[in-house]
């Protein structure tokens, strides 16, 4: 059974898109393909049980038909931690574990584990990354996002820890790259990489579409309510902008797919933007959605115009400084139904990565 567990350094890297692209890719190679996130933090209810929501993003993508619950067999809830600090049981979490995998394991050729966080996270519960690595004898792909000494850096010091454990690392993922040092940054962390023994698996640029949040992930995250056109709730969000100024001076910030914050009273600024949809070239300058603040309702024509145009509004109670404070901190999952953003993962991922040398190395 071959079986590869990716890692990462730290949270964020891409370790899902990582894991999501080589699956979609090695289809081509290994027709019966598992999926298992033996610990998860950051869960859904589906089909009655607490499942990891990479789990159910993966599981749906690929169209999965594998016992959901099996996929992420420890969901870690709130009070888990303190609950198990108090009575610890190893054994049930490895039982768990183990035999969510060889259900999995039974009726695949590969199976992708996804680990959580760096190396050490899960040690406060006897089950680190690198231990689970170990428990499922896979061999390591570590994902660092990019930059020359920083991946260097904290793979080596993630690679410590799988190595106190005797995990096999197999080699590092470095990602999210920025485009315009990416051949530079590619060669060099490729060469630092090597001098300390470590297999360079690929290098992956930052593409800003795959951070790009739709209207429906902005309004879930801050909890924020539609007042029109809902149904264009999967515009993606490309570039923010606080619209307080005067129209003529906000709209010399708009950008391709721009969403809006202003406060509700600015109706001026809003018939702007409404205006603006008669531009013919929208290639370059277009107006995803807006999000009026201060908890105001424009005037019903507006809101009626709003929806004429297909531009989403969105309004929340609280003030535009907390509203755009909250947006920086908007983390971006991926999500089953960004079709064009799995398509890209895919692509970049084939481009990007070695799967030749992975498979050879596996």
């Known amino acids: 059974m071959k079986k590869i567990f990716i890692a990462a350094t730290s949270q964020n890297e891409g ?11 090695l289809r081509e190679y290994f027709p ?43 969901a870690v809830e709130r009070g888990f931690t303190e609950k198990y600090i108090d009575t610890p049981d190893p054994k049930s979490i490895t039982s768990q574990i183990l035999d969510s995998y060889s259900r999995i394991s039974k009726t695949s050729d590969l199976v992708i584990i996804e680990g959580t966080g760096h190396a050490g996270v899960g040690s406060v519960f006897d089950h680190s990354n690198a231990k689970v690595a170990k428990l499922l004898d896979a061999k390591v792909i570590i994902v660092s996002a990019g930059g020359v000494g920083r991946p260097i850096d904290e793979v080596a010091l993630n690679k410590a820890l799988f190595d106190a454990e005797g995990a096999d690392v197999l080699g ?3 990602n ?5 040092k990416y051949d530079k940054i590619s060669s060099l962390v490729g060469k630092g990489l090597m001098r300390l023994g470590f297999q ?26 539609f007042l029109v056109s809902q149904d264009f709730k999967n515009n993606l969000v490309e570039k923010i902008i606080i619209a307080a100024m005067e129209p003529h001076d906000a709209f010399r910030y708009i950008g391709r797919n721009t969403l809006m914050i202003t406060p509700g009273d600015r109706e001026d600024i809003i018939l702007a933007a409404i205006e603006s949809c008669s531009i013919p070239d929208t290639s370059s300058y277009s107006i995803a959605g807006i999000l009026l603040t201060g908890g105001i309702v424009p005037n019903r ?41 799995i398509a890209l993962v895919k692509e970049m991922v084939c481009k990007y990565v070695d799967i030749n040398r992975i498979i050879s190395s596996i």
């Open 32 to 74: 019966k393909i598992g999926f298992i996130k033996p610990i998860g933090q950051r869960y859904l209810l589906e089909q009655g049980f607490q499942v990891d929501e990479d789990s159910v993003l993966i599981e749906k993508v690929c169209k999965f038909t594998l016992p959901l619950k099996d996929t992420n067999p420890i």
């Open 200 to 225: 360079e698996l690929g290098s992956i640029p930052f593409n800003p579409l795959l951070s790009a949040p739709t209207i429906a992930q902005i309004a879930e995250e801050m909890k924020l309510s």
């Open 172 to 174: 590092v993922i470095v």
């Open 176 to 180: 999210k790259i920025i485009k315009t």
């Open 301 to 341: 024509n507006i809101i009626n115009l709003l929806g004429k145009v297909k531009i989403p509004l969105l309004i929340s109670d609280q003030d535009t400084y907390s509203v755009a404070s909250m947006m920086g901190s908007l983390h971006v999952k991926l999500r089953a139904t960004d079709y064009e953003k």
């Open 15 to 25: 370790k899902t898109t990582v894991a999501l692209g080589l699956i979609l890719n």
